[in-house]
């Protein structure tokens, strides 16, 4: 059975910094493209990071470039996301994705990821 699951959520103040954990299972996800999306109350799920494992390349929405970074580690089938700087505004489920890199569409698109997460709540107080 594959599985996405996600830690490290919580609340923090206005300034303050979380690390977000994604374990994979059931399937070695080293050569997938991973994501990570969120979803504010009463809002649509939005992209806010992304690895692709064809370029290697990181992609990261413009509100969290220079705040956020997204890493990976294989040999534990696992990525992060590092956040800092977090803002009120960054108040949301956090959800991890992730999806085969053949597969169609921007990597910014939710609709593009086969595998996902329960989520974590991220809470920011100001």
Known sequence: QVQLVE??????????SLRLSCAASGRD??????GWFRQAPEKEREFVAAISWTTKNTYYTDSVKGR???????????VYLQMNSLKPEDTAVYYCAGT?????????QAGRYSYWGQGTQVTVSS
């Not at 085969?100 to 910014?108: H, K, L, M, N, Q």
């Open 100 to 108: 085969p890199p053949v597969s169609a569409g921007s990597i910014r």
């Open 7 to 16: 830690s490290g959520g919580g609340l923090v103040q206005a300034g303050g």
């Open 29 to 34: 996800f080293s050569n997938y493209d991973m």
């Open 68 to 78: 956020f970074t997204m890493s990976r580690d294989n040999g534990k089938n696992t």
